[in-house]
């Protein structure tokens, strides 16, 4: 009959515990440096965030200051058009029919008047387009932020539970390897000598 050789447990208490020291190592480094990645990713999106709102309140001012100057150089001899809601693009719509019918019909405006209040409206234009795009810049940082928390939220979770079951790992892997064999090992070393 033949015989089976021990198993090694001696190895298998050691890896136990090896592996658990490597996953405590890993689950600390992982917090730390996932998260001072993420903490800096939230920073700086709120920094850029923080300057798009800048950037939104002087581009409202200015749309604001336009708008004003348009209503005072350009008055609409229609009531119905100056009505205030009508939307300012529409305004100035009316504005430029009433402006190129009459310096059609007898030159009565000058073409630095028409080109005045064209320029005006074309920066009035852009203000309007990069106001909806810095929206739309906000609106994404304020997801990305989002994100970036539920990720860093999930990353200390299993970064906790890997500490905690890797800690586990290693103090049970110590304690079978030493009451289990390196005990009667020493024994048998000092029974020798």
């Not at 490597?22 to 480094?29: A, E, N, P, R």
């Not at 079978?176 to 024994?187: E, F, G, H, M, V």
């Amino acid at each position: 009959m033949m015989t089976i050789p021990n198993l090694p447990t001696d190895n298998l208490y050691k890896f136990l515990s090896i592996a658990g020291l490597v996953t405590v190592i890993l689950s600390i480094s992982s917090l730390y440096f996932n998260g001072k990645s993420l903490n800096n990713d939230i920073i700086e999106m709120n920094q850029k965030i923080a300057q798009y709102n800048y950037e939104f309140r002087y581009l409202k001012c200015e749309v604001s200051e336009i708008d004003k100057i348009l209503d005072k150089d350009f008055p609409l001899p229609d009531s119905t058009l100056n009505n205030s809601s009508i939307d300012t693009i529409g305004k100035c719509n009316g504005v430029i029919s009433i402006l190129k019918y009459e310096y059609a019909k007898n030159k009565k405006f000058k073409d630095e008047n028409l080109n005045y209040f064209l320029e005006m409206y074309t920066t009035y234009l852009k203000s309007l387009k990069r106001l909806d795009s810095i929206e739309i810049e906000v609106d994404y940082g304020i997801k990305k932020i989002n994100y970036q928390t539920k990720l860093l939220k999930e990353n200390r979770t299993y970064s906790l539970l890997g500490l905690i079951l890797g800690s586990i790992c290693t103090i049970a892997g110590f304690y079978l390897w030493y009451n289990k064999s390196q005990k009667y090992i020493d024994r048998k070393i000092k029974n020798e000598v």
